[in-house]
């Protein structure tokens, strides 16, 4: 259209008919296909409708636009423009015969509304502005206040002095007659004293597992500092809890069933929701009045690592300022707990010799030895945590998790998952290998997991000088979903103290392994620089978290 921009081009003329042809269609499904069906009426009719379509662009005034590529006629771009700004006028309305048989139709649908709306829809307008998120510095999570319920004590320093003497919580089950099963022995919580923390109505309604958790978040928010005249001064909106459960409450919801067996006006109205994973937060955050992130999650044994990475996430997106998270389990019971890991035979049956039974990378291993409580870590954003002058007893740089996709109970042969879960938290926290110094394994002392994952620690980490490898189950047995959170208290003290703790119970490692990298029988001395701790579930869940000093 260099030459000439005449309105009588065909190809001007057909723009127009087909503009004119869209703006109407809004009118009508008539306003394409007049009422006749034949074809040349259908061809008399278009041409009708450019030739009115022409008579009305020659009184309008977007006529003017001038292409400014030579030729004095109006440019493409200005008939476009005009066909779709302004209202065909009533030629062209005549020519498709719609003055005359479609009147009713053209007073159910005016035309100005959808002119106006071709219009306001189509027509060059300014350039949109899309509003660039600006550019923030990631917030940094520390770690301000511990709290624990083990079978080692119900306070961090205790807890943990105990761990570094190298003192086991297992012995022998007494909560019931456990006469009858192959294994007997646990690291059983023996008795735990709720004055202060929770109302002695609930603490006879409610299952152990949610008991400890409320527990154990309560003494986390006063280890941190979290006083009831600071808690008024909290964004209670950016304040949650993420605390989960493998096993849930499992005890509640077996008396339930014994009831039942009487009469169903027996059961505890409050068997479902105080036997669900989800409530232990839930009733946490109801007492505390916070109102942000709430939930629970349920990876099996990997569920504390799980709640404590996306606690963090949350404060790194800025969703929250403050958060409980960690584990709690309680399934020392008949059926479930016990029962289940016996009939699977994946407990240690050393019942004559219950302290000595958790032996992690020992060949006389015989299995895992079960046992209860919860870990609840209080994590915050660095500069919350300043403000109100908090003691920062760590910084979480970041984790991972990934899943096998193997087997329910077995880990990969190659360990292929735990690999690449270490190696994606790596990168994931800003950490090279060569900065791990210190490890807590999730070792659970049996046959096949505990080499599974040493040679995946070893891929990773084997030319680490003076790295050093610890279980913590090795003295507690195995919490379940509760086991993450404990040991990340246990790597959290150990950054604290600059003491790791040993390994009980490795008289003869298995062949093969370098034991120069495993802690030996007494606690040793360790600057750590980051710290790793790992938890793995049923149902290849892998899940790794990294610690280390705040600087």
């Known amino acids: ?26 009118e009508s499904k008539y306003a394409l296909s007049p009422p006749s069906s034949t074809t040349g009426n259908r061809s008399r009719r278009r041409k009708a409708a450019a030739a009115a379509a022409l008579k009305c662009n020659s009184n309008n005034k977007y006529n003017n636009y001038s292409s400014g590529m030579g030729g004095g006629g109006p440019s493409l771009q200005g008939l476009v423009s005009s066909c779709l700004a302004f209202e065909p006028c009533s030629h062209y309305y005549a ?121 154990a978040g309560k003494k986390a928010l006063a280890d941190g500092g979290i006083t009831e005249d600071m808690m008024d001064e909290l964004n209670k909106a950016k304040c949650g809890v993420l605390i989960g459960s493998a096993m849930g409450g499992m ?92 009939a699977c035979r994946a407990l240690s049956q050393r019942n004559d010799d219950p302290t000595r039974a958790s032996r992690p990378w020992d060949m006389n291993r015989d299995g895992f030895v079960m046992g209860e409580g919860a870990g609840v870590l209080l994590l915050e954003e660095l500069e919350h945590a300043k403000k109100r002058g908090a003691n920062i007893y760590a910084e979480f740089l970041g984790g991972s998790f990934t899943c096998d996709a193997y087997h329910m109970t077995e880990p990969r042969p190659d360990g292929a998952g735990i690999i690449l879960c270490i190696e994606k938290a790596l990168a994931q926290s800003g950490v090279s290998k060569e900065d791990v110094n210190y490890i807590n394994a999730h070792a659970t002392s049996t046959p096949a997991g505990d080499l599974k994952e040493y040679n995946a620690l070893m891929h990773c980490f084997g030319r680490n000088s003076g790295l050093r490898v610890n279980s913590t189950k090795s003295m507690i047995g195995h919490l379940l979903g509760a086991s993450g959170a404990v040991e990340a208290i246990a790597a959290v003290q150990a950054i604290r103290t600059g003491w790791v ?36 579930g049923f149902g290849g869940h892998n899940s790794s978290i990294i610690f280390a000093p705040f600087k």
């Open 95 to 215: 020519s498709n015969g719609l003055l005359r048989s479609n009147r009713k139709l053209r007073r159910l649908h005016p035309p100005a509304l959808s002119g106006q709306a071709m219009a306001v829809a189509v027509q060059p307008t300014k350039e949109v502005e899309t509003k660039k998120k600006p550019h923030t510095k990631q917030k940094r999570v520390v770690v301000t206040g511990l709290g624990v319920v083990s079978p080692l004590g119900h306070e961090p320093d205790v807890f943990y002095n105990n761990l570094l003497e190298g003192v086991s919580g297992v012995s022998q089950i007494e909560a019931f007659d456990c006469a009858q099963f192959s294994t007997r022995i646990a690291g059983e919580i023996k008795s735990i004293s709720t004055d202060g923390w929770v109302s002695p109505k609930l603490a006879k309604r409610m299952d152990k597992f949610m008991l400890y958790m409320l527990i």
């Open 1 to 26: 259209m260099t030459g000439s921009g005449s309105l009588s081009s065909p190809l001007c003329t057909w723009i127009v008919a087909a503009c004119m042809s869209v703006t109407c269609a809004k």
């Open 251 to 342: 005890k509640v919801f077996n008396d339930a069933i014994e009831a039942l067996r009487i009469s169903y006006k027996k059961v505890n109205p409050f068997c479902v929701p105080f036997a669900t994973t989800n409530m232990g937060s839930a009733m946490l955050a109801m007492d505390l009045g916070w109102m942000g992130p709430n939930y629970s999650i349920s990876t099996a044994c990997a569920t504390g690592n799980f709640c404590i990475l996306n606690a963090a996430n949350h404060i790194i997106r800025g969703e929250a300022d403050v958060m409980l998270c960690g584990g709690s389990d309680s399934a020392i019971i008949p059926i479930g707990g016990l029962g289940g890991f016996v």
């Open 501 to 536: 703790h040993p390994n009980i119970n490795l008289e003869n490692p298995e062949q093969g392994m370098d034991t120069s990298v495993l802690v030996g029988p007494k606690k040793e001395r360790l600057d750590i620089k980051a710290a790793l701790s790992n938890s793995f």
